[in-house]
């Protein structure tokens, strides 16, 4: 039994949906956002409340019930509020700079790296070193948060590179000298 998916959705007052044919719209303040809905979970929207049910009771659709009121969830919060995610860059010389839809990163290799974002994704850079990355779509907000951070992950000697605020990197002992 999905615990997650039996909880209702709440439909703030702003918030717009539409749901036919299986396609979810979401409209907000912020945009707006569309996803299928998988054949084995259906809908029902009733007085500014969600609610995720299974057409089916199999383990299959157990799981679906938890993951696509996880997904309709991130959805209202994201037309309504937004997603922010914030990367770090530690190292002597590294930073970063913003320059239309794309972020140029100086992170310790010989040429600068060129990092297109997508066009729901908007970034800011504070103080040369910090990256604040915004937009409606928590699943790409992150997926572009990861793809920066693949560039220069935080080695475990130093910790420079890039890395998420508030991600602890574990730190490892350099050569010891030995006579």
Excluded: C, W
Excluded at 22 to 46: C, F, M, Y
Excluded at 56 to 66: F, K, Y
Aim: aromatic letters at 4%; a positive charge; hydrophobic letters at 35%.
């Amino acid at each position: 039994m999905s615990r997650v998916g039996k909880k209702p959705i709440p439909i703030p007052d702003k918030t717009k949906i539409i749901y036919e044919d299986r396609l979810l719209t979401v409209t907000g303040d912020k945009g707006t956002l569309s996803r299928s809905i998988h054949p084995a979970i259906d809908l029902q929207v009733e007085d500014n409340v969600m609610n995720v049910t299974m057409l089916a009771e199999d383990r299959t659709s157990r799981a679906l019930q938890g993951l696509v009121r996880s997904l309709v969830n991130n959805m209202i919060i994201g037309v309504n509020h937004g997603f922010e995610r914030v990367l770090e860059i530690n190292g002597i010389g590294y930073r970063a700079e913003v320059s239309g839809q794309k972020i140029v990163l100086h992170v310790g290799y010989s040429n600068p790296v060129t990092f297109e974002l997508p066009k729901a994704i908007k970034a800011v850079v504070e103080k040369n070193n910090i990256i604040k990355l915004s937009g409606i779509d928590k699943e790409e907000v992150g997926r572009t948060a990861a793809a920066i951070r693949q560039i220069r992950p935080p080695e475990p000697y130093k910790a420079k590179g890039i890395k998420y605020a508030g991600e602890y990197i574990q730190r490892k002992a350099g050569k010891t000298g030995t006579k």
